[in-house]
């Protein structure tokens, strides 16, 4: 198949340091490519691939040229695709609910996968607006908020299996991964890991928007020994920094749509301590790659509770459910569906 896949330009594909959307775009390229198939991928110039690329801006914007109009860029991607729509068996855009106007009207088959939280305020509206436009969702709990949309699948993120390489060992300290902001839960971590007696170790951006939070709530408890703050880590970086760890603490306090850092901690053989939301049950088997818990008294007896996790089974758990190979498979044949039809 000839297949397009519109990237976020925010961040390169793969991204340099955070960023999760553009991480799975990657992947499935790159697999997609593998099984075969001829893929384009609409992304910044700095974005690596195996498929081809076709550049629509020269650098992603988080980290690009200071003042850059995200706007301009957004209408240089579908500028860039309306010119070539006629060049693809199908359009695969990774961009939420920005191109569905003109995907409509080109007379090519598209489906969006959406990567975002769907709870949001006039999301019902646009949904009425493009009824016969197909969705994929994350988890089955991201699509809840959106029932009249036309879900044509649940495809859970997958991460390549020897990208990450696992640690048997026991681990030496709690680990935390993400961005930081009040409801991804890094004082519910600080405050876990000081009641488990066990040094944390944050691996974290700090958003502009959220700068005055962490100065605020974060920085002075991080004391630089028993609350380490390691900043952004890159692949090359994350795989150390997850194996060496006795777990990763992930107390989440909004509907998570799937959560890319508890798989990575997985292929590790790391297992994780998360809050009930959002996703997580759906990606974590309690008493097997983890713990499901509802509060912080509950993730500290967890943290007691570690032992009795079969770290190699926590990896082989990864490798049966969240690898990139299951995903490009699953992609596969929504795409085929959708020519088919």
């Not at 961040?11 to 893929?39: C, F, I, N, Q």
């Not at 640690?167 to 009040?182: D, I």
């Not at 998570?256 to 997580?280: D, K, N, Q, W």
Request: proline fraction near 8%.
């Amino acid at each position: 198949m000839r297949i397009a896949q519109l990237a976020p330009l925010a961040e390169s594909v793969p991204p340099k340091l955070y960023g999760g959307t553009e991480r799975v775009v990657a992947w499935l390229v790159d697999e997609l490519v593998e099984l075969g198939h001829d893929v384009t991928l609409f992304a910044s110039g700095d974005s690596r691939t195996t498929g081809k690329l076709h550049p629509v801006w020269p650098r992603a914007l988080r980290l690009g040229r200071k003042g850059a109009d995200p706007s301009a860029a957004c209408a240089m991607l579908l500028e860039a695709i309306a010119r070539r729509a006629g060049d693809f068996d199908v359009i695969h855009s990774h961009v939420d609910w920005l191109p569905l106007p003109l995907l409509s009207r080109l007379g090519v088959p598209f489906l969006t996968t959406m990567h975002g939280r769907l709870d949001l305020p006039g999301l019902p509206d646009v949904v009425r607006q493009f009824p016969e436009a197909c969705f994929v969702s994350i988890s089955d709990h991201q699509r809840l908020p959106l029932p009249d949309a036309k879900w044509v699948g649940t495809i859970q993120h997958g991460l390549p299996s020897e990208l990450l390489q696992p640690s048997y060992e026991e681990g030496s300290y709690l680990a935390f991964l993400g961005r930081l902001t009040e409801d991804k839960g890094p004082e519910d971590a600080i405050r876990i890991a000081h009641a488990a007696r066990m040094p944390l170790r944050i691996a974290a951006k700090i958003p502009r928007a959220e700068t005055a939070y962490f100065r605020k709530h974060l920085q002075p408890r991080i004391d630089g020994e028993k609350i380490q703050l390691v900043g952004e880590v890159d692949d090359a970086q994350k795989q150390p920094f997850l194996s060496r760890a006795a777990a990763l603490l992930f107390p989440i306090a909004w509907p998570e749509p799937f959560g890319l850092v508890m798989i990575e901690a997985m292929a590790c053989g790391t297992p994780v301590i998360a809050y009930r939301s959002g996703s997580v049950p759906e990606v974590i088997e309690h008493g097997l790659t983890g713990f499901i818990v509802e509060n912080e008294e509950q993730a500290v007896e967890a943290i007691s509770e570690l032992g009795k996790l079969d770290r190699r089974r926590v990896r082989a758990r990864f490798e049966e459910r969240f690898t990139a190979h299951r995903m490009a498979r699953q992609y596969e044949d929504r795409y085929r569906e959708l020519i088919a039809a």
